[in-house]
């Protein structure tokens, strides 16, 4: 199976104990790899021909009795110094983590299977005692406080966290196996599995006790990341998308756990009766000083008030009944969220709650009656409420994005319009920068007329779903920041797209950063100016140059921009393809708020262009090298953030309607030079676009008098961006 990005508690509990009996097969002095065997069909066949057969992991099953006979070779051989320290690690939370399932055996009265299951914590236990020896000190049983689960934590506290690139990577010293052969496979090549698979099995009760804590754990973090927004430190983008993956994560858990049959409620109250019945098995296990270590009360009532909220969901939808005529007035007496104190939590959320209910069910209500079209994205929220009034049955998700909803209001308290203000800014920026691009292109030729079009769509939906006048939208994007912040997220990529494909369409930008170059080399800028965005766009993109440098001569300077407009470099040549601004945000815009999986986070930052150093495995010294996952979500926030950065600091219908200004002031430059019958000028008069504006600027570093024309035009330049 491959490796996951993202470990959840219960990804840990089914690989820890294979990556242990891994390590003890590989390390062990007498381990002799299996030979490929004998091949059939497509690979026999491939073999004959000579052509390479990609080889799978090869697989091994041990028994308890062989684990043990191999850890006393290991020790006995005297060749390995030190057992790795994530090996030491596993070992030990697999031994705490199946204590803890003791409880569960206990509540089922499966007397076999916990005889079963005391059975294989004795045999991890006498592993652990027989490679004492050899295991890191900060690691053993004895250098640990005497509650198990504050062992665990206090481990992995003690690692160094180290971020490296996967080709720097140095493995620790505590970590290797000095004067340990290397075998022919390593453990990346094997898959080891128990014979008695099914003792390594976890109660279903267990198992979605630590899906549950993933969860609770992603929803401190959700909390702390709006907090951060509200204090000025995140953007929106980057908090509510924490808050997004996290439900993701969540969503794919528990489907793992129905498909994988630990876990299958027979309707949502056995789901729900499993919370209390995990919050009073731990409760009991307090008393017996087998408390968890890491907040235990909050772990506790985190599963009280989420199993409390189906019922407050379903008392609201059955006993309100929701009109287009008494809406109004229903919103008007809707409680208001006291946030001075006084409010108890158990009321603030019921108030949350309620008030997100009655502003989508009205605002449902309003848009299949009036609406001229859809909203163009939903959060999970609204997606949730909608397919609630649409079948009436209450489901998993919708309650755990109620939740969500909870921790995000929380954490803005009063503040929680400042999302839709953010909204209600970007349009009012955004749309009239849309109205002068098309204001400056008048005749529009043929070959752009899907440009305009989509760029009329934009402005159009966008000033929509703005305006102050539709108050129905207004209300429900005031009370909703998940709502306010998709929408901001969908129209800033879009800005960003749509702005980036006028730029390379028409050719005039480049064109200007050439030619701004050129200015600059040859010093004939005004005095005391200087373009800022062109040479940001110069470093982000030196490969608009022949030598990925800015050139420094008038030959030079031609060549750049017979290179950009796809010119070949000698006559008689074919054309090369025609150079391009390329898109630097594609995180943003390939984010799916349904399909969070492990394999999902590891693609979409590896294809960030901004942070693909994120994408590498977060070491510890000999520690965990995948992502828990509250790691993962952290490491995502930061990559969105990056890439908002990005967007909020690159304009570019703003760059584009410049430049064509610019570019137009030269084509008059050039037209008075010429004479009335060049019938060149004529045809760019009919129709300026990218062709001719090549031939208008390579044109420019022809005329004897160019570097007086680039003067004058430079002094545009400044005019135009001052």
């Not at 004959?48 to 062989?66: A, F, I």
């Not at 979409?604 to 090298?625: D, I, N, Y």
């Not at 993962?632 to 990005?646: G, S």
Request: with cysteine; glycine share 4%; net charge negative.
């Amino acid at each position: 199976m491959k490796q996951p990005t993202q470990i959840t508690q219960y990804l840990q509990y089914k690989q820890d104990t294979q990556d242990v009996a891994t390590w003890l097969l590989t390390t062990d002095p007498e381990f002799k790899p299996k030979g490929p065997g004998r091949l059939k069909g497509k690979a026999r066949k491939d073999a004959k021909e000579g052509k390479p057969s990609p080889q799978g992991p090869t697989e091994y099953v041990l028994t308890l009795k062989e684990l043990v006979e191999r850890a006393k070779r290991i020790v006995a051989g005297g060749q390995v110094q030190e057992v790795p320290a994530l090996i030491a690690i596993k070992l030990r939370r697999s031994i705490v983590r199946r204590r803890y399932q003791r409880r569960y055996y206990a509540q089922d009265g499966d007397t076999a299977s916990n005889a079963s299951h005391e059975h294989f914590v004795s045999v991890l236990e006498e592993m652990e005692e027989i490679l004492k020896p050899i295991l890191p000190r900060n690691t053993r049983k004895e250098e640990q406080p005497s509650s198990d689960a504050a062992a665990l934590g206090n481990m992995f506290e003690a690692l160094e966290l180290e971020e490296t690139a996967p080709e720097t990577e140095e493995p620790s010293s505590s970590s290797s196996t000095a004067a340990t052969t290397p075998t022919p496979e390593t453990p990346a090549d094997v898959i080891c599995t128990l014979e008695q698979a099914a003792a390594d099995k976890p109660t279903g009760l267990f198992a979605l006790e630590m899906v549950m804590q993933d969860l609770w754990h992603m929803m401190r973090f959700v909390r702390e990341s709006w907090q951060q927004y509200r204090e000025g430190r995140l953007s929106v983008t980057a908090a509510a998308i924490a808050g997004m993956v996290a439900q993701g994560i969540h969503m794919n858990s528990m489907t793992e756990l129905r498909e994988e049959e630990i876990f299958i409620p027979v309707d949502f109250d056995a789901w729900i009766g499993s919370l209390l019945v995990i919050r009073d098995i731990r409760r009991a296990a307090a008393k017996g000083d087998e408390a968890d270590g890491e907040d235990f009360q909050g772990f506790d009532r985190f599963l009280t008030d989420l199993s409390s909220l189906p019922s407050l969901i379903e008392d609201f939808t059955a006993h309100r009944n929701v009109t287009g005529d008494n809406a109004a007035t229903l919103l008007a007496e809707l409680p208001k969220c006291d946030w001075t104190g006084d409010m108890s939590s158990e009321e603030r959320h019921r108030t949350l709650v309620e008030e997100a209910l009655l502003q989508h069910m009205v605002f449902y209500l309003w848009q299949k009656s009036q609406a001229p079209q859809d909203l163009p994205v939903w959060d999970i929220l609204t997606y949730e409420t909608n397919q609630l009034y649409r079948s009436l049955e209450l489901s998993i998700n919708m309650v755990i994005a109620a939740w969500a909803h909870i921790e995000v209001r929380s954490a803005l308290g009063p503040e929680h319009g400042k999302a839709y203000a953010e909204l209600q800014a970007f349009a009012d920026s955004a749309v009239p920068q849309i109205s002068e691009l098309l204001e400056g292109h008048p005749v529009m030729p043929e070959i752009y007329r899907e440009l305009e079009t989509g760029a009329l769509k934009f402005r159009e939906e966008l000033r929509y779903w703005t305006s102050p006048d539709l108050t129905q939208a207004c209300q429900l994007l005031t009370a909703l920041p998940e709502l306010s912040e998709q929408l901001l997220t969908y129209w800033k990529v879009g800005f960003y797209y749509e702005g980036i494909r006028w730029a390379n369409d028409f050719g005039a930008l480049v064109s200007l950063v050439q030619l701004y170059n050129a200015a600059k080399q040859e010093d004939i800028l005004p005095p005391g100016w200087s373009w800022p965005t062109g040479q940001r766009l110069m470093a982000r993109y030196p490969d608009m140059f022949v030598e990925r440098r800015p050139p420094r001569s008038r030959r030079k300077y031609e060549d750049a921009l017979r290179r950009v407009y796809g010119f070949p470099a000698d006559r008689g040549r074919e054309m090369r393809q025609v150079w391009q601004f390329t898109l630097q945000v594609s995180l943003l815009n390939s984010l799916d708020m349904f399909n969070w999986t492990a394999a999902e986070i590891s693609r979409v930052l590896q294809e960030s262009r901004l942070c693909p150093s994120l994408a590498a495995s977060m070491r510890k010294r000999g520690g965990e090298p995948n992502l828990r996952p509250v790691d993962a979500l952290e490491r995502l926030r930061q990559c969105i953030e990056d890439e908002v950065i990005l967007i909020n600091d690159t304009a570019w219908f703003r760059y584009h309607v410049g430049a064509w200004k610019i570019v137009h002031r030269l084509y008059e430059m050039m037209a008075t030079l010429s004479g009335p019958d060049d019938q060149r000028i004529r045809e760019w008069e009919l129709c300026l676009h990218f062709r001719n504006i090549s031939y208008i600027t390579i044109d420019l570093f022809h005329h004897p008098r160019w570097r007086e024309l680039l003067q004058q035009l430079a002094q545009f330049m400044q005019e135009v961006f001052p």
